[in-house]
């Protein structure tokens, strides 16, 4: 699995991007398989758990800095999750990495270590 993540870039405060997530997969697996989330790092700071959506995109979990904020969502068709971020905050500033993996459980979904599978990560930077 293949992860590229992109979307990145520089917004206003107040302001609102959209990241993509497309994963390439082998013709023998299925996109569906994957939980996927999102992670950012900050400057100076490190990688922080942000969002994480359900293989079949019925649950949803948010940390409590996008809350409100933030929505992940995916289409399995595409092989592509996405990030819809809204009402940015010069703290959102960071980069993005979307992370895969096909055995993510529910108490693991926020470690780093649960993910087999990363992007390159996209940076967003949001201005004042």
């Known amino acids: 699995v293949q992860l590229q993540a992109s979307g990145g870039g520089l917004a206003q405060a107040g302001g609102s991007l959209r990241l993509s997530c497309v994963a390439s997969?082998?013709?023998?697996?299925?996109?569906?398989?994957?939980?996927v989330a999102w992670f950012r790092q900050a400057p100076g700071k490190e990688r922080e758990f942000i969002t994480a959506?359900?293989?079949?995109?019925?649950?949803?979990y948010y940390m409590e800095p996008v809350k409100g904020r933030f929505t992940i969502s995916r289409d399995n068709a595409k092989n592509a999750v996405y990030l819809q971020m809204n009402s940015l905050r010069p703290e959102d500033t960071a980069v993005y990495y979307c992370?895969?993996?096909?055995?993510?459980?529910?108490?693991?979904?926020?470690?780093?270590?649960?993910?087999?599978?990363w992007g390159q990560g996209t940076l967003v930077t949001v201005s004042s």
């Open positions: 992370a895969a993996d096909s055995s993510v459980i529910h108490s693991e979904l926020a470690s780093q270590s649960a993910y087999a599978y």
């Open positions: 997969i082998s013709s023998e697996d299925t996109f569906s398989n994957y939980g």
């Open positions: 959506i359900s293989w079949s995109g019925a649950s949803t």
